[in-house]
């Protein structure tokens, strides 16, 4: 449904109190290492301290010796030959390589963790150490190390020859993009590099696991999909998933590092062998070194224009590091970097690669960042080239409804228009911006929402109040936007739905929370067992108001008989067809697939440059992003504010900083540091409604989005600030002092 | 007969051919006709149990959730890579 | 034995419980005395997750050990509720949204009250200042702040009006 005139909801758009939080502010909430089960065991996993090495031999009998050591695994416990297990199995525990620092590679349940920790350092692990591949375009050269000896690349023209450390050349090309540049007057190129950068979630991850002697598997963790892990634990373990029961924990923090699943299926080995439950926890160092921080990129890109101001091609050579398995990294990337704009030529050659870094994952909206942190600043050049207002330049460009997108199929609702016009007309934009070394930067960024599956169930309480029983973890307060939702459908309060987020048992199936698409998808799921129970409800009470189901009409929460003779609101109705008679249970499920659109977000910021230290101050923010419809406006500009500031670290600061052994040489905090209440200023929020055409209440997924313009907009503001442009990240103020001096 | 879009991830499969003309009225039928003609793909777009998870099939500019889905003469074909995020 | 017994009150009630000479006090916390809500971020001393307030000192507790309280006074994110009373500071995080996934939530309240106790006036740079100390990676702290900015002011109001 597209809605023009905005629709006047009760509960959407309010601000309650979310149901969790009392828990949270008071210390009683769950999170993943704060399980405790009967007879737990402690586990620690020995990681590699080589980024790239053959496994000769892992001698494990001192450590089986220790007193308190209860049980060790590795790869060979898994069940299958190692050289044949599948590239999760081998990240999870090694097999005969290792193939970066951190790379997990046995793992042991003691009595404490002092005792698990020495007999980790008791295991016996001989290596042949092996040169490491560490830089992206090096690692794609003929004669750099390789990672997987069988590797070859998928180019357009078949696998090559040769193995190759490139797992994936990818070719997109609309139009003829010699011929495009040919018709341009203007062209701004530019090589971009980005670091890999970390999610930086505060909480390490932590899963306890307990193997039952009847073959029942529990496993306690902070994941973002209960339901995929289970899918991963079954794979992995050859275990029937109808044995495995995944209870998710609180969650502190995902942003994409949580979804795929690292110690789940080692506990649950251990446990096997120990027959005691067994918790394992990473400390930080792990959690830098052994889960999935997000790509290094290097970008070559070209943009060329006419001297209106109209773009006519774009050409972009990407290399994403994937790090040590195959993944798809700069494959997305060729699906967001054009996204916002309508360009007739377009070539794009993306190159996904391997290198000895840990496997790499989603952080938000994966892989948009380094591509906006390129694109969005040709744009800038160009309309510094052309003497043109940077935001004109946009809209005379942007995307629109039919516009090809990124993917070829058409863009339906877009909505960048709508946010880049907010964005100009909003206080900040118009606002003067004085003083030496300060400069103004903006950008544009986008990112998918998808839909994909989710299962709930509603059950009416005697009062006539009503629970919420959902799968989907909850990392940003979705179980409050769900139940405003439910309690939007059925015309009720929204302190009388009672949500809660259960196991892979009680509820039907959901994909992971990510994708922005909890608030959304399950939000349909949500609206679907509201329409369920008033159809359930309505056919209980029909015989007691002596009609027929059909005549009964649900509206603004009131059920009332078609000639209105009778009526009565849910919750007086709920009391009396539940009251003595049977529960009353429904479900909704939806598949809502993986074409739900996206969402444009837009950063305006402004910067001063000290010249002296090259440090970076960020003056002022503002964070302008189109939600469709913001079902409750604090989560959102928490999305949006998080979401930035994460960026403003990515664009400023963070980075893994490695040394030629391949060692990460600042995995703490101290080293790795994201930015604190110090760093950043309070960040304004811009919320644009365009409503999503292909949800009920409007709905765009907005977790992502917001992560994508700040590279950009504080290159840009950079610039205008120095007079040279950033093209690497981060901007530290080595970097600023090492490009500005003597400018 | 329909126009199926091979996505770029596809097309080291199909000697780099973006579009192949496909005959059917159901997408099962439309994918048998493209791995007909482009045996490399055989598996890749579906199996046994439908779509493939990693595949996301549009038919104009709607989702097709399942193989059984009606496919219009002269429709668009859209074979995507899903793809979520974080 | 090589455990310890460690003498200390916790959140105002005098308690005994055993502690390893090397364990540190967060871990004591945890796992002997079974108080859940201070959390593990980095075991380092950067995050502030971790905070208590130790003998009227804010410390990030996996920097002390757990034989270091002994005779001392503990107060944890579970004593700032007063029974069933919230705190200024945990109600304003509540109607205020400061928090997400709530992982830094038990560090912030417990540095900023700690704050607020000392330094009733405590402005929006000082608030900054004094919690740099605590990592957030949700929220991006707007609205964290302005939670501790309105929690002081009804604090202070509180305060005049006795």
Not at chain 1, 136 to 146: D, K, N, S
Not at chain 1, 596 to 622: N, R, S, W
Request: glycine letters at 10%.
């Amino acid at each position: 449904m597209v809605t023009t005139d905005k629709p006047v909801y009760k509960v959407i758009g309010t601000r309650p109190i979310r149901p969790d939080g009392i828990d949270k502010v008071t210390g009683r909430a769950i999170y993943g290492a704060d399980i405790r089960q009967p007879g737990m065991l402690y586990g620690r996993v020995k990681r590699s301290p080589h980024a790239h090495a053959i496994i000769k031999r892992i001698n494990t009998e001192k450590a089986a010796a220790l007193k308190g050591v209860h049980a060790i695994v590795t790869a060979q416990d898994f069940g299958a030959d190692v050289a044949s297990l599948p590239d999760v199995s081998k990240n999870l525990l090694a097999g005969d390589k290792v193939l970066y620092r951190g790379h997990a590679i046995a793992a042991v349940a003691a009595t404490t963790d002092l005792i698990a920790r020495q007999a980790c350092d008791l295991i016996e692990v001989e290596y042949e150490i092996l040169e490491p591949a560490l830089d992206v375009r090096e690692a794609m050269l003929p004669g750099a190390p390789l990672l997987h000896p069988n590797q070859r690349t998928r180019t357009p023209a078949g696998p090559s020859e040769n193995p190759s450390n490139t797992v994936a050349q990818v070719a997109v090309a609309f139009g003829d993009v010699d011929k495009g540049f040919a018709e341009c007057d203007v062209i701004v190129e530019g090589e971009f590099k980005t670091r890999m950068v970390h999610q930086g979630y505060i909480e390490p991850q932590s899963a306890t696991a307990m193997w039952n002697p009847d073959g029942q598997i529990t496993v306690w963790t902070c994941t973002q999909g209960s339901f995929p892990a289970r899918q991963t634990l079954s794979q992995v373990l050859n275990h029937p998933v109808s044995k495995i029961k995944v209870v998710p924990t609180e969650i502190g923090g995902g942003f994409g590092g949580k979804i795929s699943i690292y110690l789940e299926p080692v506990a649950a080995l251990l446990s096997k062998k120990a027959f005691r439950p067994v918790k394992i926890t990473m400390d930080r160092a792990d959690v830098f070194e052994g889960t999935g921080p997000t790509p290094g990129t290097s970008i070559k890109a070209k943009l060329g224009a006419t001297k209106d101001g109209k773009f006519r091609a774009f050409y972009a050579d990407l290399a994403y590091e994937n790090g040590a398995f195959p993944g798809s990294a700069a494959n997305y990337a060729t699906m967001c970097i054009t996204a916002g704009y309508d360009i007739e030529h377009v070539k794009l050659d993306a190159y996904d690669v391997v290198v000895n870094k840990p496997r790499t994952q989603d952080y938000r909206a994966p892989s948009s960042p380094a591509a906006s942190f390129a694109m969005e600043q040709l744009i800038d050049e160009m309309a510094q080239k052309l003497g043109k207002d940077v935001e004109e330049l946009r809209l005379q460009n942007v995307c629109r409804e039919g516009t090809r997108g990124p993917m070829g199929m058409p863009h339906r609702a877009p909505g960048h228009e709508e946010t880049l016009q907010a964005a100009k007309a909003s206080a900040h934009y118009n606002s003067p911006l004085e003083g030496p070394n300060r400069g103004r930067g903006t950008a544009s960024g986008f990112w998918f929402n998808v839909g994909l599956r989710s299962s709930v169930s509603v059950s009416v309480f005697p009062d006539g109040t009503v629970s919420l029983i959902e799968g989907s973890t909850d990392i940003g307060g979705t179980r409050a936007s769900l139940a405003m939702q439910l309690a939007e459908t059925l015309g009720i309060a929204y302190e009388d739905v009672k949500p809660e987020v259960v196991d892979t048992d009680s509820v039907g199936y959901n994909d992971v929370t990510a994708g922005s698409r909890v608030t959304f998808g399950t939000g349909m799921a949500v609206h679907e067992a509201g329409k369920n129970l008033a159809k359930e409800m309505a056919a209980r009470l029909a015989p007691t108001w002596s009609v027929t189901p059909d005549d009964i009409e649900f509206a603004d929460g009131v059920f009332k008989t078609k000639d209105g003779s009778k009526s009565g609101n849910f919750k007086e109705i709920a009391q009396a067809v539940v009251g003595r008679g049977p529960g009353l249970t429904v479900s909704g499920s939806v598949n809502a697939g993986f074409l739900q659109g996206g969402g444009f977000a837009h950063a305006i910021v402004d910067v001063e440059v000290d010249p002296e230290t090259g440090k970076v101050t960020i003056l002022k923010y503002t964070a302008v992003q189109d939600a469709g419809t913001a079902i409750h406006p604090a989560y959102v500009e928490g999305q949006m504010q998080g979401g930035a500031v994460q960026g403003i670290g990515w664009a400023l600061n963070e980075e893994y900083y490695y040394d030629d052994s391949g060692r990460m040489a600042n995995s703490s905090y101290l080293d790795y540091r994201i930015p604190t209440t110090l760093d950043v200023p309070m960040i304004g929020t811009i919320i644009v409604e365009t409503p999503n055409p292909l949800h009920p209440f409007g709905v765009r997924g907005v977790g992502e989005p917001g992560i994508v313009p700040p590279l950009a907009a504080i290159a840009n503001a950079v610039s205008h600030a120095t007079g040279v442009r950033q093209t690497q990240l981060p901007m530290n103020p080595g970097r600023i002092l090492e490009t500005t001096r003597g400018k | 007969m329909a126009t199926v879009h091979i996505p770029a991830l596809l097309r080291p499969l199909t000697g780099g051919a973006s579009l192949v003309e496909a005959a059917g009225s159901t997408l099962r039928d439309v994918i048998a006709d493209v791995v007909r003609q482009q045996p490399a793909l055989a598996g890749r777009i579906a199996d046994a149990h439908g779509i493939l998870p990693e595949i996301m099939i549009a038919i104009g500019d709607t989702e097709a959730m399942h193989v059984d889905a009606p496919v219009p003469d002269g429709a668009e074909v859209w074979v995507l890579p899903a793809l979520a995020g974080g | 034995m090589s455990k310890r017994i460690v003498s200390a009150t916790v959140n105002g009630e005098p308690m005994e419980f055993l502690a390893e000479p090397y364990e540190t006090l967060l871990e004591v916390l945890r796992n002997e005395v079974g108080l859940t809500g201070s959390k593990e971020g980095c075991g380092n001393g950067n995050c502030g997750a971790c905070n208590v307030v130790l003998n009227g000192s804010l410390v990030n507790s996996c920097c002390v050990l757990g034989v270091e309280a002994n005779g001392g006074t503990i107060e944890t994110i579970e004593g700032v509720a007063q029974g069933d009373h919230l705190h200024p500071l945990q109600q304003k995080f509540l109607e205020e949204a400061a928090l997400q996934c709530g992982i830094c939530t038990p560090g912030f309240i417990v540095a900023a009250k700690a704050l607020l106790e000392a330094e009733p006036n405590a402005d929006e740079d000082r608030i900054r200042h004094w919690l740099a100390g605590n990592l957030c990676r949700c929220t991006g702290y707007d609205k964290i702040v302005r939670a501790v900015l309105d929690a002081a002011d009804e604090m202070r109001q509180t305060a005049g009006a006795r």
